[in-house]
């Protein structure tokens, strides 16, 4: 089967640094997808991940492990309107397989 | 501004009274997909188009139908909606198949009264 895990919910505080983390096993693999969702909006871009490694975007990085089937995002700066769901998508055999979300909440 | 737009934002039917969801994109994107999420969920894919051929998922009931007339609009109808099929439906668009980013629509929030 296809399967993607990240945690449920996560809290952290305004101004530090979070890492979420997401597992997966599937049966193909053409690149990692981090996507972010505001309650009640459409998921909107984040990050992509088809070679191992960190990429870096300004507050954001996505890290991805070929052969552990691992990622995590890291938000650094940590900022209010950063809470917001964060779901993990692989793409496999022509489909996006995703992740049911990781929930942020930031504490000032 | 490129975009893929959803209308309504909200709609509001009735049990068993067919309902129509509408996409369009200016992106000249080929591939339409239509995905359906619930609270808390990961977004279910319904279906897509490569162009203008049509992919059902095995396991989406055959109460949901879907139309591409043209490359810019793409339809989601819901035959005889039920209770369950109240959620967030999510358009998107990608430039091909092949692990491409997926463009989102601001979704269309159904309610099933």
């Known amino acids: 089967g296809q399967n993607i895990d990240q945690p449920t919910e996560m809290t952290a505080t305004e101004g530090a640094i979070v890492q979420i983390n997401c597992t997966y096993q599937t049966s193909g693999f053409n690149g990692l997808f981090w996507y972010q969702q505001h309650a009640g909006e459409a998921p909107t871009f984040l990050s992509y991940n088809v070679l191992d490694g960190l990429e870096e975007k300004g507050r954001f990085s996505s890290f991805l492990s070929r052969s552990k089937g691992y990622s995590y995002l890291l938000l650094k700066e940590l900022q209010m309107k950063d809470s917001a769901s964060y779901l993990c998508a692989v793409f496999s055999n022509y489909q996006l397989i995703w992740g049911a979300g990781t929930k942020l909440i930031i504490k000032p | 501004d490129a975009m893929v737009i959803q209308n309504p934002r909200y709609q509001v039917t009735q049990f068993g009274k067919p309902v129509t969801l509408s996409c369009s994109q200016t992106l000249n994107h080929n591939v339409m997909y239509w995905y359906q999420q619930k609270s808390s969920q990961a977004p279910k894919l319904l279906f897509h188009y490569y162009d203008k051929d049509f992919n059902n998922e095995a396991d989406t009931p055959d109460n949901f139908q879907s139309r591409r007339p043209n490359t810019s609009f793409c339809f989601l109808d819901i035959r005889s909606p039920g209770l369950g099929d109240a959620a967030m439906y999510l358009c998107?668009?990608?430039?091909?198949?092949?692990?491409?980013?997926?463009?989102f629509g601001p979704g269309t929030r159904l309610t099933v009264l």
């Open positions: 998107a668009t990608s430039r091909e198949a092949r692990n491409n980013e997926q463009f």
